[in-house]
């Protein structure tokens, strides 16, 4: 158990829909990261934030977004869902900003229908 | 883009075997990790290597980051089936303050009894 805990496991939905998906990083831990794996395009990192502010934006949709709240847990939407938003969405934790040591969680699958 | 090739992509042994899996880059990483996952779960974090030459042994693995800091591998001493999973590499991007990791795209390993 890494500490890292993601809600929804599993989500099925469909086109168009909107989803919320929602991390709690380890305790103390002020990094969240957000990532995607899918069979065609590996294990792929979306965002980061820290300490409640963005740091850092990777290949994410402009019909994605994220936050972190005060209480440090967050948040990633998906909207405007299409069959190929189908994949395992990741949340990762750290400790400080460089994130050279993440704590993945288990992960959340979505499946668009 | 930094890109990280990881190699084998698929290898298939059997137990007790020995074996060696590689990730490299043309780019230069502060730091690499190396985690297991198996299918369904998240990533769980091996080892992370800092320092160029740097040696670091957990049991029957041995990992190893290049001295130039581009590149890393896997060692695996005398195989068992509980090793099967999928290995990836991620690298954290040298002199920015923030925490994206770069995966490779994996190493499926099985470990046949």
């Known amino acids: 158990d890494s500490g890292v805990t993601q809600t929804p496991k599993h989500l099925i939905t469909a086109t168009g829909q909107r989803v919320t998906l929602r991390c709690s990083p380890r305790?103390?831990?002020?990094?969240v990261y957000w990532y995607q794996q899918s069979l065609d395009q590996g294990l792929q990192f979306l965002i980061q934030y820290y300490n409640g502010e963005e740091r850092a934006k990777g290949n994410i949709l402009e019909r994605f977004s994220a936050q972190q709240f005060p209480d440090l847990h967050s948040e990633l939407n998906l909207s405007s869902l299409e069959l190929g938003d189908s994949a395992l969405y990741f949340c990762a934790s750290s400790v400080g900003i460089s994130g050279e040591t993440q704590y993945f969680g288990p992960g959340t699958r979505l499946l668009v229908l | 883009t930094q890109l990280l090739e990881q190699s084998p992509q698929f290898l298939s042994i059997q137990e007790g075997e020995n074996l060696t899996v590689y990730c490299n880059s043309s780019s230069v990483f502060s730091s690499l990790q190396w985690y297991r996952q198996e299918p369904g779960e998240g990533p769980v974090l091996l080892v992370t290597v800092v320092t160029g030459g740097e040696v670091k042994k957990l049991k029957r693995l041995t990992f190893q980051f290049g001295d130039a800091r581009k590149d890393s591998s896997l060692h695996i001493t005398a195989a068992q089936p509980g090793d099967t999973g999928l290995y990836l590499c991620?690298?954290?991007?040298?002199?920015?303050?923030?925490?994206?990791?770069?995966f490779g795209q994996g190493t499926i390993l099985t470990v046949h009894p």
């Open positions: 991620a690298g954290a991007s040298q002199g920015t303050s923030y925490g994206k990791l770069t």
């Open positions: 305790s103390g831990d002020l990094s």
